[in-house]
């Protein structure tokens, strides 16, 4: 029955937007058109909030210069509730770390410290797909495929999450190896300069990955899956390829 409606429901949308047959407005629908009518309404429009809703393929990208990441190929995804999202991919290598450029901070007699989230010989992936998605939950599903063209090294599965999780825990990783003293210093900056240029930007959806590549030209591909309230969306690869310093 499932299958029954899916086709029904393309069926009528392909009808709607070809402009191919239309109804007269006494009609009642019967038979596969029925089907179609109950198929199309049970699909309902998810509230929408401006501060965190991805409007186009322009926007997706906007939000990804804003952290400092290279669009890769737009895709699309199919989502369980009869929607087909479009999506935008991206890299950025290191050393850096989004959207304030180079996290190293300078102790005095304490010494510098390299807070970068994204290292040397590493890329940092971004995914933002457009319409509302739940970030309430699990953030996992999107993956990274990758291959060094230089050194034939490459990786499938590599896992994303929110792009400000990810982010955050890249530099609170470099914060822990720090000795006493330059530690709070660390942590005071980026409380005071990278927490508040991230809350800037709608991150609702957005995925980010950090991966080792080691040092070379990267061919990459993001794929997997995002959730959309109760509905899931699995989305095709974004390719592009990336230079990892």
């Known amino acids: ?39 199309l309404d049970s699909i309902n429009p998810q509230p929408q909030d401006a501060a965190d809703v991805v409007d186009g393929i322009e926007a997706a990208n906007k939000i990804l210069k804003q952290f400092g990441i290279t669009p890769f190929t737009p895709t699309i995804g199919a989502c369980t509730d009869f929607t087909f999202p479009l999506a935008l ?36 992936y971004g995914f933002v797909p457009v319409g509302v998605f739940n970030d309430s939950g699990d953030k996992g599903g999107m993956q990274v495929a990758w291959f060094n063209v230089n050194t034939f090294k490459g990786g499938l599965g590599e896992k994303m999450g929110g792009i400000t999780d990810v982010i955050l825990d890249g530099v609170t990783k470099r914060i822990g190896t720090l000795a006493p003293g330059l530690k709070e210093l660390a942590q005071a900056a980026v409380n005071s300069t990278l927490k508040p240029a991230l809350n800037l930007i709608p991150s609702n959806g957005v995925r980010g990955g950090i991966v080792d590549t080691g040092s070379g030209t990267v061919l990459s591909a993001i794929y997997g899956s995002v959730k959309k309230g109760d509905a899931t969306c699995y989305f095709f690869p974004s390719l592009g390829i990336a230079t990892a310093k």
């Open 1 to 39: 029955m499932k299958i029954r409606l899916a086709v029904a429901a393309v069926a009528a949308s392909a009808a709607l937007l070809g402009g191919v047959v239309a109804a007269p407005a006494h009609a009642a629908p019967t038979g596969q058109s029925l089907a179609a009518k109950n198929a």
């Open 89 to 124: 991919g991206g890299a950025v290598p290191g050393p850096y770390t989004p959207p304030i450029g180079d996290l190293t901070i300078d102790g005095g007699l304490l010494g510098k410290a390299d807070l970068n989230a994204v290292q040397k010989g590493e890329i940092l």
